[in-house]
């Protein structure tokens, strides 16, 4: 490996909160055995990542912006530069959807299903989310949320937004937050 691939790598290869390298992936897999009808043994092993969830130890917090593939974590392009060069906003927003987008509004699911519905997998996966209610207006579910999410400016963050709902997005208020005190590890005291 060449010095500008590792420097490279050391971009992304790092927690985008804390910044922080203590990683750990979690990895879960399926396996697909052919079986041997003389034996009865699994002969081909074929396994397949089911899921893969990349953490930062000194943080806690998931990764977003890294996967694993083939043994070996990877950035996810459309993200990486966006979080660990970016800063937290908080928005403050409502998406209006499709009332057959959402499937549960009440009970244990309700927080999860009504965020997916309004910014799909990367309301669940990448964003903090906090669902304050949602209102029913015929067919259609107003969800009301606190979002937090990465990006380099503001334009970015509405962009980022815009992209991921599912439905029509109204934003009431965005603001910059600071962004977490780097990792201990990396501090010169
Ligand atoms: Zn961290």
Same mark, same amino acid.
């Given at each position: 490996?060449?010095?500008?691939?590792? &420097?490279?790598?050391?971009?992304?290869?790092?927690?985008?909160?804390?910044?922080?390298? +203590? =990683?750990?992936?979690?990895?879960?897999?399926?396996?697909?055995?052919?079986?041997? *009808?003389?034996?009865? #043994?699994?002969? #081909?092993?074929?396994?397949?990542?089911?899921?893969?969830?990349?953490?930062?130890?000194?943080?806690? @917090? !998931?990764?977003? @912006?890294?996967?694993?593939?083939?043994? /070996?974590?990877?950035?996810?392009?459309? /993200?990486?530069? +966006?979080?660990? $060069?970016?800063? *937290?906003?908080?928005?403050?927003?409502?998406?209006?959807?499709?009332?057959?987008?959402?499937? %549960?509004? &009440?009970?244990?699911? $309700? $927080?999860?299903?009504?965020?997916?519905?309004?910014?799909?997998?990367?309301?669940?996966?990448?964003?903090?989310?906090?669902?304050?209610?949602?209102?029913?207006? !015929? #067919?259609?579910?107003?969800? @009301? =949320?606190?979002?937090?999410?990465?990006?380099?400016? #503001?334009?970015? %963050?509405? !962009?980022?937004?815009?992209?991921?709902? /599912?439905?029509?997005?109204?934003?009431?208020?965005?603001?910059?937050?600071?962004? *977490?005190?780097?990792?201990?590890?990396? !501090? *010169?005291?």
């Amino acid at each position: 490996m060449n010095e500008e691939m590792s &420097s490279r790598r050391g971009a992304w290869l790092r927690c985008y909160r804390c910044w922080s390298q +203590r =990683l750990e992936a979690q990895v879960h897999y399926d396996a697909i055995l052919r079986i041997n *009808p003389a034996t009865g #043994e699994g002969d #081909e092993r074929i396994d397949e990542i089911h899921e893969a969830v990349v953490q930062c130890l000194d943080c806690m @917090h !998931d990764q977003p @912006h890294l996967t694993v593939q083939e043994g /070996r974590v990877v950035p996810i392009e459309d /993200r990486w530069a +966006r979080m660990v $060069a970016g800063k *937290p906003f908080v928005a403050s927003c409502t998406v209006t959807v499709d009332q057959e987008l959402i499937e %549960a509004c &009440s009970g244990p699911e $309700a $927080a999860d299903s009504l965020t997916y519905g309004a910014f799909g997998d990367a309301g669940n996966r990448e964003f903090f989310t906090h669902v304050r209610f949602h209102k029913h207006e !015929d #067919e259609l579910i107003v969800v @009301h =949320l606190l979002v937090e999410l990465y990006a380099r400016s #503001e334009d970015e %963050a509405v !962009d980022v937004l815009t992209e991921a709902s /599912r439905g029509v997005l109204e934003i009431t208020s965005l603001a910059e937050e600071s962004r *977490p005190p780097a990792h201990a590890g990396e !501090d *010169p005291h």
